[in-house]
């Protein structure tokens, strides 16, 4: 081939023509614009930010924490516990939490969950979930277990799904851990390490 059609190419590639973008809606996947619920009596409106030229501020922006305590986490938070992502949260709001089965839980201090989390969450410390904690027990009942001769039936606990500030974060995966421990069924728990920090990077809705 010639030179003429070679350059051409080398035009293209390098991005010497104009490029055209239709201008499309942010969607949540090809087939989802937005989700919409009722949580808590509340209608809630899940979607992305509109504005392609949006960038994450503040300590959700840096790459680099110490390590320790900031460190990289396993994929798992504890065995037989379900890994999941941002479109399985939002499956999760709609089928358990919308119809009062389940809690999606902020495992992260009082002091970030006020600073924004994700719609339909509530707050509930992973600290409070140390054996060592005098009121644990209050909130396994809470949660929908009952003592069963010094242990715990867990038959009608709710399915719980637990998130902190992102994958360098290990406030929820203690959390899982406190609950496995205290014996709550791993099939009923689920764990989005993601957290706060991609759920912000890919703008989705934060309350």
């Known amino acids: 081939m010639?030179?003429?059609f070679w350059a051409a190419v080398a035009v293209i590639i390098s991005g010497s023509l104009p490029v055209v973008v239709s201008a499309q809606n942010v969607r949540i996947?090809?087939?989802m614009l937005s989700q919409e619920m009722t949580l808590n009596n509340e209608k809630v409106v899940i979607e992305r930010i509109q504005d392609t030229g949006n960038l994450l501020q503040g300590d959700f922006t840096k790459t680099s924490r110490p390590c320790p305590p900031f460190c990289i986490h396993p994929i798992s938070a504890a065995p037989g516990v379900r890994t999941v992502g941002e479109l399985e949260v939002i499956d999760f709001l709609k089928a358990e939490v919308?119809?009062?089965k389940g809690l999606l839980i902020d495992a992260r201090l009082p002091v970030m969950f006020?600073?924004?989390s994700i719609p339909g969450a509530v707050n509930i410390p992973f600290s409070t979930l140390n054996p060592d904690n005098p009121f644990r027990d209050e909130i396994l009942l809470a949660l929908g277990a009952r003592p069963a001769g010094g242990d715990w039936d867990y038959s009608n606990?709710?399915?719980l799904s637990l998130f902190c500030n992102g994958p360098w974060c290990?406030?929820?995966s203690r959390a899982?851990?406190?609950?496995t421990a205290a014996g709550y069924p791993s099939e009923k728990l689920s764990y989005y390490r993601g957290g706060m920090q991609l759920w912000m990077l890919l703008g989705l809705t934060v309350n």
């Open 2 to 4: 010639g030179r003429t």
């Open 170 to 172: 290990d406030q929820s």
């Open 114 to 116: 006020e600073k924004g």
């Open 29 to 31: 996947t090809s087939e």
């Open 157 to 159: 606990a709710m399915k």
């Open 98 to 100: 919308a119809e009062g």
């Open 176 to 179: 899982i851990r406190y609950l």
